[in-house]
């Protein structure tokens, strides 16, 4: 790795952002989705 | 004094089962063989990585000993009415954690040859290596043992009990190799003594958080 | 127990992390030794706080159970942990998708991501003990007593593994960004943490329900003889 300025990296940046929120969304329906299941039972 | 009639219990307890502790010295035995297998027949890594794989033998091996802490208690259902004074609770975990910790100190000990002899390493300093292993089994045995009370009474124990104890004692792991290490090759700088006191503090938190702990766990 | 704050909350989150995120990828101009990869920051940074303060709150809960007694506190507690352990997972797949391209390699040993990882799998370990236990009393005293012990490993494993990596010397993740853009950071830090107490909320509701349904009196296993007697089922 050259050291000073890094160029690039779009893709990591892509992967990182999409990732969360991949997360956070696949979270929040799950959480939701049980609270709703338990809510019927 | 009701500690002191419970250690005593405990030892002859755990003299009378010492079978089962030649199986367990039996075990780490061969994980320290089993670690050889793993990097192969390559005399510096070895050398360089003894510790590390000391300590792992000492962790494995401790899962072993320590989830049978109880084992005795719960087959005689005899928690319950060992539990009927306050005070006696806090006996009864330091009585087991004391002989849990004098079972993982002979057991570390023991292996130092096998470590001697399968990855080359010298022993300059036995003392305070002896020192190392005492306050490393020391920190495996006060949480050891209060989660060993927990999981007796769970299902599922043989898992739980590793799971729970090994992300916790990550500081007695790296404390206990590090300062092994330097006594085994050298401390140009002094640093055995950081280290020692970085395990006599968990050391020291742990015995006594885990002892305020231990009713709450084994409360009906 | 029902109620739409939790909705509520997700949804300003949702907006704030919309306008926070946008700001910071394509507005705010690249670092100047980072370049474009610095913009990860802006996700990264607000993901920590979120994730320290769901263990410091999973933490305060455990005690206050301890303490109190109240079923209130375990199902805090549960929440609590769970939203830890997701924020905590994301934020080591996020600080590994930003040591690659910086440093090279997808794990450096960074103190604070690796206490976190540690932190993670004790926490993992905690929500695995309360599926085990079925007892709500058990349960609920067990895993408070679990989460104290790791609370107070915290500091020390942070210190343990800051000193084992002064002696090779391994570079750390910024915890600052350091341009003069505050704006994304804010407003994706406000986005995240409103997620958080909004899941936090509805997480909490479901294991009140849970608990409501565990504590009830047992269902009667026999159906009411005038019931039977006038041919119907109830």
């Known amino acids: 790795m050259t050291p000073g300025v890094l160029t690039g990296g779009w893709e990591f940046v892509w992967a990182a952002y999409g990732l969360s929120f991949a997360m956070f969304a696949l979270y929040v329906l799950s959480v939701i989705l049980r609270w709703k299941r338990e809510q019927h039972l | 004094m009701q500690l002191l009639a419970a250690v005593r219990k405990d030892v002859l307890l755990q003299w009378r089962l010492r079978s089962r502790s030649l199986a367990v010295f039996v075990f780490g035995a061969t994980v320290l063989l ?8 390559n005399a510096g890594a070895l050398r360089q990585h003894a510790t590390g794989f000391l300590w792992l033998a000492v962790l494995l091996s401790s899962t072993l000993t ?10 005689q259902r005899a928690l319950e009415g060992l539990l009927l004074l306050p005070a006696s609770s806090a006996a009864l975990y330091y009585a087991k954690a004391l002989v849990n910790w004098l079972q993982l100190s002979i057991f570390g000990l023991s292996l130092l040859p096998f470590m001697v002899m399968l990855y080359d390493v010298p022993l300059p300093r036995v003392p305070a290596l002896v020192g190392i292993i005492l306050l490393g089994a020391a920190g495996l045995s006060a949480p050891g043992t209060l989660y060993a009370a927990l999981t007796a009474q769970a299902k599922g124990r043989h898992t739980l009990l590793p799971l729970l104890l090994f992300p916790l004692v990550v500081p007695v792991l790296l404390g206990s190799v590090r300062a092994s290490a330097l006594l085994i090759d050298g401390d140009p700088m002094e640093q055995v003594t950081s280290w020692a006191t970085l395990l006599a503090s968990f050391d020291l938190i742990y015995w006594s958080l885990c002892g305020l702990l231990f009713e709450r766990v084994v409360e009906d | 127990m029902r109620g739409p704050l939790p909705f509520i909350l997700i949804g300003l989150a949702t907006l704030c992390l919309a306008f926070g995120s946008y700001y910071g990828l394509f507005v705010a101009p690249p670092e100047r030794y980072m370049g474009d990869v610095q913009r990860i920051m802006y996700i990264h940074v607000p993901t920590a706080w979120a994730a320290m303060l769901a263990f410091v709150w999973a933490s305060v809960c455990a005690v206050m159970f301890l303490l109190r007694g109240t079923w209130l506190w375990d199902a805090r507690l549960e929440a609590a942990i769970e939203v830890g352990v997701v924020l905590g997972l994301t934020l ?8 690659r391209p910086t440093w090279g390699v997808w794990w450096d040993w960074d103190p604070r991501l690796t206490t976190t990882a540690v932190l993670l799998v004790a926490f993992a370990g905690i929500i695995i003990l309360r599926q085990v236990v079925d007892d709500p009393a058990k349960r609920a005293t067990w895993s408070s007593v679990a989460t104290v012990i790791a609370a107070v490993d915290v500091p020390i494993v942070y210190f343990s593994v800051t000193w084992w990596n002064s002696l090779h010397q391994i570079q750390s993740t910024p915890d600052t960004v350091a341009t003069a853009f505050h704006l994304p950071l804010r407003m994706n830090a406000v986005g995240v943490l409103l997620l958080m107490v909004g899941l936090m909320i509805a997480r909490t509701r479901h294991a009140q329900l849970r608990l409501q349904r565990e504590l009830a009196d047992p269902v009667p296993n026999q159906i009411p003889t005038a019931t039977i007697a006038a041919g119907g089922t109830e």
């Open chain 2, 34 to 41: 089993l670690f050889s297998f793993a990097v192969g027949p």
């Open chain 2, 66 to 75: 320590l989830a049978d802490t109880f084992q005795s208690e719960m087959e």
């Open chain 3, 92 to 99: 080591c797949l996020q600080g590994a998708i930003w040591a």
